[in-house]
């Protein structure tokens, strides 16, 4: 019995070992300071990744509204882009980006980029 018991408390200690952490989110919050020059830089950031990616000819004017949500490793954006086409007209894209805060360094993802409905 006793035997069993260690057994038990060390497959429980495993699985406690081995769970993966859950990323604690906040709710979703509106940008308060829109034109803060950080979240413009993403604005920009996610147009210049989204062109690499499918060679558009996108240009980045401004981020005109976008949401805000804390999570354990970062930072989660939603953000509504203004963009100037090809043919001059403007259009509008939302854009995902994930900024994670690593000991070092700051890593940015395009989660999502799509046009506005």
Do not use: C
């Amino acid at each position: 019995m006793r035997t069993s018991l260690l057994l038990l408390a060390a497959l429980g200690v495993i699985s406690v070992i081995t769970t993966p952490a859950v990323a604690l989110k906040s709710k979703w919050q509106p940008i308060k300071n829109i034109t803060n020059p950080h979240v413009q830089d993403l604005g920009t950031w996610a147009v210049v990744k989204y062109r690499m990616v499918s060679n558009s000819r996108l240009h980045f004017k401004q981020v005109v509204s976008g949401e805000v949500q804390r999570m354990t490793e970062g930072m989660n954006y939603r953000l509504d882009v203004q963009v100037s086409r090809m043919d001059h007209k403007d259009a509008m894209y939302k854009a995902g980006v994930l900024e994670e805060d690593k000991p070092l360094s700051t890593i940015r993802k395009l989660v999502s980029f799509a046009k506005a409905k």
